[in-house]
Nanobody
Framework: QVQLRESGGGLVRVGGSLSLSCAAS????????MGWFRQAPGREREFVAT????????NYADSVKGRFTISRDNAKNTLYLQMNSLKPEDTAVYYC???????????????????WGQGTQVTVSS
């Protein structure tokens, strides 16, 4: 089974940028949609962005649209999330996840994803 490991989190000031990576080991992720989710303290985990198996379709939560960019490099078995213009409300643990089934566009529901990473903390200070 695939193992996902996020990296790139840290402390950044308001308006700054961070780039998250999600490295997959084991089976290739190239035929699976991938997603990013986040969980802020005291809140439920929420959808951030998703990308289809071939990168042709990308969808974002309204709260990050225009500021975050999801991408993937299937040759490196890696998923990315570029985060710009960060706000304090972006503070959360960020998780990457792999779709349960192959060849899909990628959805917003957590139940559609079968494998999850351990998460990486992003803290935006004001």
């Amino acid at each position: 089974q695939v193992q996902l490991r996020e990296s790139g989190g840290g402390l950044v000031r308001v308006g700054g940028s961070l780039s998250l990576s999600c490295a997959a080991s084991g089976p290739s992720i190239s035929t699976y949609a991938m997603g990013w989710f986040r969980q802020a303290p005291g809140r439920e985990r929420e959808f951030v962005a998703t990308i289809s198996w071939n990168g042709g379709s990308r969808n974002y939560a309204d709260s990050v649209k225009g500021r975050f960019t999801i991408s993937r490099d299937n040759a490196k078995n890696t998923l990315y999330l570029q985060m710009n213009s960060l706000k304090p409300e972006d503070t959360a643990v960020y998780y990457c996840a792999e779709d349960t089934y192959r060849w899909r566009v990628g959805g917003h529901a957590q139940s559609e994803y079968g494998y999850w990473g351990q998460g990486t903390q992003v803290t935006v200070s004001s």
